[in-house]
């Protein structure tokens, strides 16, 4: 069983930033892609970044030059590093190991199989 943790969230005003951190359980952590999602109320959840085993990056397009992912495997951390943050930028965020090393549908949840509890981020004045 794999538990993931989210840590970092919080209150900040337009233009901050804050470091997301995902800590996962298990040893298998280093060969699956790792995913961050978001989900602000009343909307679906959002694929915002990924991260593969070899270190390839993808990003939406609403987050992209602001947020920047990264993973220590010796940690069985992934970052989320979110800069500029905008009011609009205000969710729950989610990380998510995917079933796969790597995947271009990576912002698909069905590629993912486990996923932590969230943690919320405000951005707001």
């Known amino acids: 069983q794999v538990q993931l943790v989210e840590s970092g969230g919080g209150l900040v005003q337009p233009g901050g930033s804050l470091r997301l951190s995902c800590t996962a359980s298990g040893s298998i952590f280093s060969i699956n892609a790792i995913g961050w999602f978001r989900q602000a109320p009343g909307k679906e959840r959002e694929g915002i970044s990924c991260i593969t085993t070899d270190g390839t990056t993808y990003y939406a397009d609403s987050v992209k030059g602001r947020v920047t992912i990264s993973r220590d495997n010796a940690k069985n951390t992934v970052y989320l590093q979110m800069n500029n943050l905008k009011p609009e930028d205000t969710a729950v965020y989610y990380c998510?190991?995917?079933?796969?090393?790597?995947?271009?549908?990576?912002?698909?949840?069905?590629?993912?199989?486990?996923w932590g509890q969230g943690t919320q981020v405000t951005v707001s004045s």
């Open positions: 998510a190991k995917s079933r796969y090393r790597s995947s271009r549908l990576w912002t698909q949840t069905w590629q993912y199989n486990y």
